[in-house]
């Protein structure tokens, strides 16, 4: 995983470059013009919201339940990045509502669980911040129950008749509106995923630190 | 359990190091004073030793059994702390605060045992006047009831002769030395070195977190305390 | 399993006795509560009229506000002499302690309920007497999620110093589907044509919530309780 870590940098950094004349190349989508737009960035930053909830969830009860100290690393570094994209989700969500609705803000389902779970990573990071020793159990605890409100996001928009485009929406999308997404998709999935490796190892490391000074009178 | 046993226990908290490479085995019988200064790491050792704080690294084992999985309320079940801070409900009478713990720790015959620990602390006509309305002493006679209900075969004790006047401290003392002929483990942490003295079987100096010496024989203690914590 | 319920039962009549002594819990916390209303009021009367359909979103407002002060409060009590540590010493079921604490929470919320609700019901002009059932029922199943998280998160802050100010930060967003689905399911009952299929929706979802909630805590409290 960790050798990827610069080529996907690298890779992600060169396509989210092109990624703006190939998003410029798709054609206006009929009623929402250019701001439908801002859906290729948005999109990925979204499901990638909710993909490091997850693997903060399962990273918190590995190291919770089955005493893998390593876990936290990967913890931390997801809840990080999932206020980063969070942040991302929030902004650009908007930006298109304005248009689309004609309010920035609806409180629907959907958009008030991303809105809780951007919450709920905060308080994890505020809570890994200021708890003090001993934060990190108490921090896995509460990934564990952040990780629920996922599945009840995605659900939601199918379940309530809501404002909000339904899921279905995308592998329905025509090849000329496909392309871009998915290639943004797969640049924000690189970038995810080397910067969940950077900020775990960083962690890591720091743990080894740590472990190297606390060892370093000991038998 | 005739015989504990820690190897090697150390506790960080961050870079913190309360406690570091500690070692020592003791048999029932004894008595085991953990003396040093404030900071040493008393507290932390006794909380380990109780497994309410787990090491970093190390391990404690209680004859043949170790905190794991599964074991922890079966050990549990055989130790009695008393901690600083006594462990008792303000709120509650003597007799509630006994009763109460009683029924936790599935002690049988709930009403006689806590009758008779009333008996033992000498506050069977204060059973139920408040806690909070008792003197330091009273409290920790009942404190100290409170954690021998079950029948402990190993006994924490953090200060127990804090704020004790001498006929106090020499009951508690009696009541100690009764435990230990009845082939009770004590382990006590204390600063208060003219009790400590001829009352140990053993004595462990801690200094920052480490083991900086012991000793099997309790007299002339405040001497060889002062120059192994000075030193 | 009977040791459980004879530990969890133990931890109740235990807090019981104490409040029941003190009354201090239930009497800040019912005053607080009704300050949490008193300050809505001022925020949403116009002209000497509260408009409609309110009343369910500030009940669960100050049952949640109120709900945080007494846990807060109960965990603060075992804290005090450090007696939290005599509980987990003890050799039951961590979780039986849990489950104790919880219901002690809850009997503690469910007293204050009973003044606070006609209380709202009165000032708001909530048919709380038209559907009893439904409204106690989603009131319960409200309190119980709510609790559950909250004694959980209450029992693992007691070590950490800024324990009243991160307690509030970590319970609510977390408990967001619980206050939805009792301020959604409470709406639906108080609204000038009560819609029974729906609050029956929300209370079913509800009680799904707090199956999750409650399984998750046991589960946890071990884990997260050991140093």
Redesign the interface.
Known sequence: MRKLTTPFIGLSAGMLFVAPWLINMAPFESTMGLVQKIFYFHFPAAILFLVSAIVCGIASIRFLFFKKASADAWAIASAELGLLFGALTLVTGPLWARKAWGVWWVWDPRLTMSLVLFLIFAAYTILRKFG???SDKLAAGMALFGMLNVPFIYVSVNIWRTLHPMTSVVPTLPTEFGIPLWFCFAAFTMLFIALLNLRATLALQQARI?AL??DE??? | MNHLSVV?V?R??????AL??ISFTCDAGEIVGLLGPNGAGKSTLL?IL?????P??GQVTYGDRAPGESGG??I??T?G?L??????????TAR?NLT??A????VADVAGTVSSALAQANLSDRADDYVSSFSRGMRQRVALE?ALL?GPQLILLDEPFTGLDQTSTAALVARLRERQQAGCLIVLATHDLDVAEGLLSRAIYLKEGRIVGSDTDSRGLVDRYRRTIRS | MS?FF??AW??V??DM??EV??KEIVLTTLLFAVSVVLIFSFAIVREGRAPDDVAAGILWVAISFAGTLAMGRTFE?ER????L?????????RPAIYAGKLLGLLLLLGLVEIILVPLVALLFNAPILAFPGKLITLLIAGTLGFAAVGTLFAAMLVRVRSRDTLLPVLLYPITVPVMICGVRGTAALFQATPDEPLARLWIAILIAWDVIFVTLSLWTFEPVM??
């Open positions: 003090g020793p001993g740590e000074y606390l009178d000991e038998a | 090697d150390a960080y908290y961050g870079r913190r190091k570091s490479q909380s109780a497994t309410i704080v787990t970093s690294r309320a079966a549990r079940a130790i702390m901690g600083h801070d006594l462990f008792l409900y303000p709120e509650l509630e109460f713990f029924h936790l720790y599935g409170r079950h | 040791g004879r530990v133990q931890v009549r235990k006795t104490v002594r003190s009590r005090y002499n450090d007696t540590r005599a509980l987990l010493l003890a050799p039951a079921d050991t140093e």
